[in-house]
């Protein structure tokens, strides 16, 4: 069965055509990334398969059920989690309450979700700041908290937008193992939207590229990389031409 | 079972908070027979009472994060109910109060669904709006007594099946028993997960979203706790004063204060509403009778109201509990 | 023929409520405030147009500019001395800000002006009446109507065909933006202020004519005010020209409807309540309104 199929996806903002008939299968399992220039229409897709758009037409289904235009608390709760490109920052709430938070969507026992949050901080080594507040924390802890919380959902997949933005390359190095120790011992399904090289081209086992709303590219890492349209959409013609 | 040990389980507290607490409800205990005089007895009895109305609040406006300002309605509510379902069919208070809660609730339900579609200041405004509709309606319905009101027929004194009595100490310990059940309860409900959940939903509701909360049903069923809370104090209201009008309990300037205590304490904190109740209630009291005395001197009570409002406002929307907990940290 | 007449007083006075919702729907564009005083904004207008023309013995329409003044450092002071300070805050605190300086000005009011009712008595236009055809009108309503129209169009004119209207609409759309290209978005968002309060005072003075001044006469007013602007969209100053003369008219017909059923629920008494409804229902079923362009 197919994990996530996307078919025809088509959402219009009324000017822009954000997503212009974009379609693709992703496999229980694998490691999928998301590129293409700005404005290509990476995050919007993200928010239709999610539920934060309602798409124009077309179909998402997800473990073979049909979850176009549900809302995002239902598709997480059908198993799809999300991260943001920029979490909020706020000073409410502890990382170990954040964490619970997440929990709380798979169990109605408060003494349960601290015991699962905790576990899953120790998995992502956060576990020295559990008592802390996001607004006290650098960046690259509260982007592994966001990741951290949305676990805690227990999704089978997990779309994460941008997570390695705002990185140095050693933070990155670490995002990247920990982005593997996800997938491998938690089971679950990376789907990434990213910039940053980096962390798309070692991990993906798949690479889809978008364009101007279209999909203009599928396939391996080190094919896309040679592929004319995608160095185009990128770096324009000329450089294209030169390969 | 886990509720009521959640209930009762304030562990979690600092030091501070727990002596001051438990000193505070020493005084408590003992304040009907310190011998103060009846007014200030009387302004004792609306500090708990609007404790009471603050803590409700605080569970959708502070917990929460939904700034609404038309809680006035449900403290309608049950004032009605109760005087009402005395004054026709002579029920008493244990039981015209739960069926008042229940009203409140299922009228929460009723409005909220439709409320809770809006965000922010729309959201607000329509808090005021429906307030503002349902006060309209008392005032014109004749079957309740319109503008006129209901009063409550007297009975023999004490009691206790409609709630009268001759003196304010029974009142007394008859508020600050609902004051202690909600306590307990907001100490479980910040507990619970429909508190975890609707702080998250406050910090950034998109996200929660993203974590399987559907925003709106919590909102809605924070709002309902909320509206029952308020019922219970207005029900105690009708059996304290003997009297209820749409003017006096179901007004816009009702709907403010309550709010406003709270913020002034600092919303979404356990002891916020308590706080601001203790400050701005006696204050409230006292100017009012003060300046009130004094000819030619109408409104200046509000306007330095007013003024609190603006200045707590513009400095420190965290009300004092925030100032406390800044100077906490700075400590630590 | 009441029908028709009713229709004609319902514009004429939506004319003015549209002035009055034209001041808050600039501040809410502007910078996401709503301002809880902009009645008692409407309510200074009022007594200050009725006290200059009785103490001066001056026709009320030739001090109307006074309460344009008044209000326009009405609303300079509220921004400088408030409003700027309740920007850093969260929602909540914005929205008590205004909502306190509403109870200020109103408990001011009433210390320094009584809780009795006033109306103008003495003008130029006051108690004369024009016959067009069936139809009667009042001068006063009249004259107010046109003289909102006016300030209408001014309004208009500044923001879209002056270089400062420009800027303060670049500011509205896009604050950084504007602030990149030099425009000093603070003195913006006090100009915003300024002319939202110098309308609504505008309006005030024209309102006491023909309509009671009293101290709480604010919050009638802002409730229109919003309903307006809601219906028209936050934001918008197309909308809350249409949403006005819309929402005059719906309570002109309102009574009416009851008048022709027989209907005693919808009576005069629930005359408001009818717009309080109104509001609620648009912004539940559209919540950007007509033209709303803020969400």
């Known amino acids: 069965m197919v994990f996530l199929e996307v078919i025809d996806l088509v959402k219009d903002f009324g000017g822009v055509v954000a997503n212009n008939h974009v379609s693709f299968q992703i496999n229980q399992g694998e490691i999928i990334g998301l590129i293409g220039p700005n404005g290509a229409g990476k995050t919007t897709l993200f928010n239709c398969i999610v539920g934060y758009h309602k798409p124009d037409s077309g179909k998402v289904i997800f473990k073979g059920k049909e979850i176009t235009g549900f809302k995002p608390f239902m598709t997480n709760r059908e198993g799809i989690g999300r991260t943001f490109q920029l979490t909020k920052v706020t000073a409410g709430m502890t990382v170990l309450e954040n964490v619970m938070v997440g929990a709380f969507c798979r169990t109605d026992d408060r003494l349960l979700a601290k015991i699962e949050a905790a576990a899953i901080l120790g998995f992502m080594g956060l576990d020295s700041v559990k008592a802390f507040h996001l607004n006290e924390l650098p960046i690259a802890s509260q982007k592994k908290i966001g990741l951290a919380r949305a676990i805690a959902t227990q999704p089978e997949l997990m779309m994460l937008d941008e997570v390695a933005s705002g990185l140095n390359p050693k933070e990155t190095e670490e995002m990247v193992e920990l982005l593997k120790k996800i997938h491998r011992e938690k089971k679950i399904t990376l789907f990434l939207i990213e910039h940053v090289m980096e962390v798309v081209m070692p991990i993906s086992q798949r690479v889809i590229v978008l364009d101007g709303g279209e999909k203009i590219a599928e396939g391996l890492p080190r094919d896309i990389v040679k592929n004319e349209r995608v160095i185009k959409a990128y770096l324009g013609e000329k450089y294209a031409k030169g390969f | 079972m886990e509720t009521l040990r959640d209930a009762f389980d304030f562990r979690d507290f600092s030091k501070p908070e727990k002596v001051g607490f438990a000193i505070f409800s020493l005084f408590l205990l003992i304040f009907p027979w310190l011998g103060a005089g009846s007014f200030v007895k009387a302004v004792a009895i609306q500090f708990l009472l609007f404790s009471l109305f603050g803590m409700g609040w605080n569970t959708i406006g502070g917990y929460g994060g939904q700034v609404e300002l038309g809680k006035a309605q449900y403290v309608g509510i049950g004032a009605y109910t109760v005087a009402l379902m005395m004054v026709w069919w002579k029920i008493p208070f244990w039981v015209s109060m739960p069926i008042g809660i229940l009203i409140a609730i299922g009228y929460s339900f009723i409005i909220g669904y439709p409320l809770f579609r809006l965000k922010g200041h729309y959201f607000a405004i329509a808090t005021i709006c429906t307030s503002l509709v349902l006060q309209d309606i008392f005032i014109n319905w004749k079957l309740v007594g319109a503008a006129k009101g209901i009063e409550l027929p007297i009975h023999e004194h004490p009691d206790f099946l409609y709630m009268q009595f001759k003196s304010d100490t029974y009142y007394f310990y008859f508020i600050m028993g609902l004051f202690y059940v909600a306590i307990f309860y907001m100490n479980w409900f910040r507990k619970s997960k429909l508190g975890y959940q609707l702080r998250m939903i406050k910090e950034d509701e998109e996200a929660a979203e993203s974590l399987g909360i559907d925003a709106r049903w919590c909102k809605i069923k924070a709002y309902s706790i909320a509206s029952a809370f308020v019922a219970v104090g207005g029900g105690f209201l009708a059996v304290y004063n003997l009297y209820i009008d749409p003017y006096s309990v179901m007004d816009l300037d009702l709907s403010i204060k309550i709010a406003l205590m709270s913020m002034l304490g600092g919303a979404g904190s356990m002891w916020g509403p308590i706080i601001g109740s203790a400050f701005l209630v006696p204050l409230d009291r006292f100017l009012g009778s003060w300046l009130g005395a004094q000819k030619g001197l109408i409104g200046v009570d509000f306007m330095i109201y007013a003024a609190l409002i603006m200045i707590v406002s513009a400095y420190q929307p965290r009300g004092i509990w925030g100032i406390i907990e800044q100077f906490r940290k700075r400590g630590s | ?295």
Not at chain 3, 20 to 48: K, Q
Not at chain 3, 70 to 88: D, E, I, Q, T
Not at chain 3, 166 to 184: C, D, S, V
Not at chain 3, 197 to 215: D, H, M, S
């Open chain 3, 1 to 295: 023929m009441i029908v028709l007449d009713a229709l004609f007083q319902g514009i004429l006075m939506g004319l003015l409520f549209a002035l009055v919702a034209l001041g808050l729907t600039i501040i809410f564009g502007m910078m996401d405030i709503v301002n809880f005083a902009h009645g008692e904004f409407l309510m200074i207008g009022m007594y200050t147009t009725y006290w200059t023309s009785l103490l001066l013995h001056i026709d009320p329409l030739i001090t109307l500019p006074a309460s344009a003044i008044v209000g326009m450092l009405l609303g300079l002071a509220s921004y400088y001395w408030l409003v700027k300070y309740l920007l850093r805050g969260p929602m909540i605190a914005q929205l008590f800000g205004t909502f306190g300086l509403m109870l200020f000005l109103r408990y001011l009011a009433q210390f320094l002006f009584g809780i009795d009712y006033r109306i103008i008595q003495k003008g130029l236009l006051v108690g004369k009446t024009l016959s067009l055809g069936p139809f009667r009108l009042d001068w006063t309503k009249l004259s107010a109507a046109i003289f909102s129209l006016i300030a209408f169009l001014l309004v208009y004119y500044l923001l879209h065909r002056t270089k400062l209207g420009k800027a303060l609409r670049a500011t509205a759309l896009n604050r950084e933006a504007a602030n990149y290209m030099g425009i000093k978005t603070e003195r913006m968002n006090a100009l915003a202020w300024m002319i939202g309060g110098g309308t609504v005072g505008i309006a005030g003075g024209l309102i006491v004519n023909f309509w009671y001044v009293y101290p709480t006469i604010g919050l009638l007013f802002i409730m229109i005010a919003f309903a307006s602007v809601a219906m028209g969209g936050f934001g918008s100053i197309k909308g809350a020209f249409f949403a006005g003369i819309l929402i005059g008219m719906l309570e002109m017909l309102f009574p009416m409807f009851g008048h022709l059923t027989g209907w005693d629920f919808f009576g005069p008494h629930f005359k408001f309540t009818v717009v309080y409804f109104a509001y609620f229902i648009i912004v539940v079923l559209r919540p950007q309104g007509l033209f709303g362009w803020k969400r």
